[in-house]
């Protein structure tokens, strides 16, 4: 029997010059592509296939969330539609059945199964669960009433350090609320550095090389 938990996978279509653009400031556009393109294709693999739950991947632009696509590595893919970070958030849990669906971040090279299984755990007895970042935003939110208004995410600062803060503040006062692991997401190459730092195997990783759609 399929399980009736969701995780849904957000990420930008891996595309030269439009993924981790802040990163590529520092390390050129190349190599900021063949690094999120590593990170996604290493996530997938890590949680795509858990049996745990079904793994779909909301991807924008929407005109390349289409399925058959290389990097998607077989998962459903859902485009995000337009509006900010809150109001796709919000929007595509509502085109999944039914369970709980919990979103995470697609340039986090830290997550594992465990991670999400954890967040899943806390739905049981939470209303939504958060992964905090080390910069303020989260990596992972959860829901288990996946019906939300679009509104409740509108007066988020996103990319600010006052990201989760905000989201907090917005939830209704009912809700019971839980955060699970705190993770680093990879902003820019002072993050990159930091990353390598606390990961010793990473230092000598090469990702695999890129053909720029």
């Known amino acids: 029997m399929r399980p009736n938990r969701h995780l849904v996978i957000f990420a930008k279509a891996p595309v030269l010059g439009q993924v981790k ?34 793994c779909w991947l909301a991807v924008t632009p929407d005109r390349l969330a289409r399925p058959g696509q290389s990097w998607s590595h077989g998962l459903p893919v859902l485009p995000q539609g337009t ?27 830290a997550i594992e199964s465990a991670h999400v299984a954890r967040a899943f755990v806390l739905l049981n007895r939470h209303d939504a669960v958060f992964g905090p970042a080390a910069d303020g ?11 939300l208004p679009f509104r409740l995410f509108s007066k988020v600062r996103w990319s600010t350090a006052d990201a989760l803060a905000d989201t907090l503040a917005g939830l209704p006062s009912r809700w019971r609320i839980a955060c699970c692991d705190n993770l680093h997401d990879i902003d820019d190459a002072d993050g990159l550095a930091a990353w ?8 000598k990783a090469s990702p695999a090389g890129v053909r720029p759609l």
Do not use: E
């Not at 809150?86 to 369970?99: D, E, I, Q, S, Y």
């Open 21 to 54: 653009r802040r990163l590529a400031g520092g390390i050129g556009a190349v190599a900021a592509l063949r690094f999120y393109r590593s990170t996604l294709t290493g996530l997938i693999r890590r949680v795509g296939r858990d049996r745990r739950w079904n």
């Open 196 to 203: 390598r730092n606390r990961s010793p195997a990473m230092k």
């Open 137 to 147: 935003g989260y990596w992972l939110v959860g829901l288990h009433n996946r019906r």
């Open 83 to 109: 509006g900010d970070l809150g109001a796709r958030m919000a929007r595509v849990p509502r085109r999944l059945p039914p369970g709980p669906a919990v979103i995470i971040g697609s340039d986090i090279p």
